[in-house]
């Protein structure tokens, strides 16, 4: 703990982040689940899912101007399951939107640690944009560019532009496609989170 800066710290007092641990007979009931649900259910991924993605960002996009950026920027494939993997086992999240809080320590801590001397940004695969505004709020003069495959999470991007002053460039970006366009200076860092 004496490693993490103040408002990593910060953010793990003020966020309720607990788990509880499963026996063994839980941990085998839920790994049958799972091989289940990824027999039946599992869409491969590859450039024929752009449809999909654009849909789910659009509803995102859609929801943060009805319901306001807290609720609207979750992704929707968050909070689908009550359980997580930990190490070599499994915990049940306690608290609701564990996966969201959980990811924000993780940037937060990725981004003191590792971004500090950085001059740009990048975030491949950024969707809705949720660590770009960490970015943000941790480095308000740094330059950021989110890019994504999908239109609709450049209008995501653009409307925290301007509701919540993002001051993001959105690019669209397809990893199956890349663009030779995006180049990157000395001091440039990039940041993927589920992405890849």
Not at 25 to 54: A, T, Y
Not at 122 to 138: D, H, K, P, S, W
Request: aromatic share 12%; with cysteine.
């Amino acid at each position: 703990e004496d490693s993490l800066d103040n408002r990593v710290k910060d953010i793990i007092d003020k966020t309720d982040m607990r788990y509880s641990t499963i026996d063994s007979k839980m941990k085998e009931k839920l790994f049958v689940s799972m091989l289940v649900s990824l027999d039946k259910n599992q869409k491969k991924s590859g450039d024929h899912r752009i449809d999909d993605w654009e849909k789910g960002w659009s509803e995102n996009f859609e929801e943060i101007n009805k319901k306001g950026i807290d609720e609207g920027i979750v992704p929707k494939y968050w909070g689908k399951f009550d359980y997580m993997r930990w190490g070599e086992t499994f915990i049940k999240m306690e608290s609701s939107r564990f996966e969201e809080k959980f990811q924000k320590v993780l940037v937060t801590w990725v981004l003191e640690k590792y971004f500090k001397k950085i001059d740009s940004i990048y975030e491949f695969g950024c969707g809705t944009g949720q660590n770009l505004i960490v970015a943000r709020e941790i480095y308000p003069k740094k330059k950021l560019i989110g890019l994504d495959w999908t239109k609709a999470s450049q209008k995501i991007i653009e409307s925290l532009n301007k509701n919540i002053n993002l001051n993001c460039k959105a690019i669209n970006f397809n990893f199956f496609n890349p663009s030779k366009d995006v180049s990157f200076e000395k001091n440039d860092g990039v940041i993927t989170i589920s992405a890849l």
